[in-house]
């Protein structure tokens, strides 16, 4: 699963180069265009997440998931974002418990900005699984305030976020993930840059509604190339304290690789997203570590 970063698009031309790179793929193995469901296809070695889309895949009985990620916003000043995921099953793949941390360094906006942001404590159900015409598995999070708001690491209120992955194998060299979700934040804090005697703090409720999608391509059994799109509709605090509307789009092609130790399937990756807000665009560098141990000595 991931993360946080949402974006808003609004680019035709984006949605044209996705189709036309799946059309091309999807002739590419036309043999299996009349199959429908995701075991209808040969399974791929790495069903993991794309980089910033949710996948739809829960983890099965006696795997668990240990996800790393490193997102340098700003490369130059050195602003980066750092989450760490934990992902378990819950007696089997219908039910799935996983928590999220953040760490946040800002020097760009402050010297001292760095620190723990805010906990995310996540469920997820099974709707649909392999042998329907796709995976549905929707999220239920908590989001704990634990980011120090005078830092801006945090929002410095309880908060929840719904969000629907869908996933849908297209052929063997074909994966696709769809994301499409709303985040709530209760009396959200913003640290005034010019505080009253009376109050340092502006409070109001915060609203965020995002999609997005993914294109894996199964280049082979070890590496993927990978395109997504995140688009999102942000409630911001302006530097008086009021809240603004924000619209965001990321757009992050990437790669990563798959191998064995042991037991476990490790998967590096790296991206380079380019983000797109009010006109301006911004390159950062991101990098995706999947650790994935199977305690399943009995099998599945």
Not at 30 to 42: G, I
Not at 149 to 160: C, I
Request: proline residues 4%; charged residues 15%.
């Amino acid at each position: 699963m991931k993360n946080t970063f949402l974006w808003h698009v609004g680019r035709p031309t984006l949605i044209w180069i996705t189709l036309l790179f799946a059309e091309n793929l999807q002739a590419q193995d036309s043999l299996y265009a009349h199959k429908k469901t995701y075991n209808s296809f040969k399974a791929p070695l790495i069903e993991d997440n794309s980089f910033f889309v949710e996948e739809a895949f829960n983890q099965q009985k006696g795997i668990v998931q240990f996800i790393s990620t490193c997102y340098f916003t700003k490369i130059r000043q050195g602003d980066m974002a750092y989450s760490f995921t934990h992902e378990l099953p819950l007696k089997g793949v219908k039910h799935q418990f996983s928590y999220t941390l953040n760490y946040f360094m800002f020097p760009s906006l402050l010297p001292n900005g760095h620190g723990l942001g805010d906990v995310m404590v996540n469920y997820r159900y099974e709707l649909a699984g392999k042998n329907n015409w796709a995976l549905v598995t929707p999220r239920l999070s908590l989001i704990i305030p634990t980011g120090d708001v005078s830092k801006g690491l945090g929002s410095g209120a309880w908060g929840t976020q719904v969000n629907l992955p869908v996933s849908k194998m297209l052929s063997n060299k074909l994966v696709t993930h769809y994301n499409a979700g709303f985040t709530f934040l209760k009396n959200a804090h913003y640290s005034l840059a010019e505080p009253s005697s009376q109050d340092d703090f502006s409070q109001q409720d915060l609203t965020h509604f995002h999609a997005g999608a993914s294109i894996i391509w199964l280049a082979n059994d070890r590496i993927n190339g990978m395109l997504e799109y995140m688009s999102s509709f942000n409630d911001q605090f302006d530097d008086a304290g009021h809240v603004i509307n924000q619209h965001q789009l990321l757009v992050n092609p990437g790669i990563r690789y798959a191998f064995k130790a042991g037991q476990s399937q490790i998967v590096p990756g790296i991206s380079l997203p380019i983000a797109w807000q009010e006109d301006q665009s911004t390159t950062g560098l991101f990098f995706y570590l999947s650790i994935e141990p199977d305690f399943n000595l009995e099998g599945n």
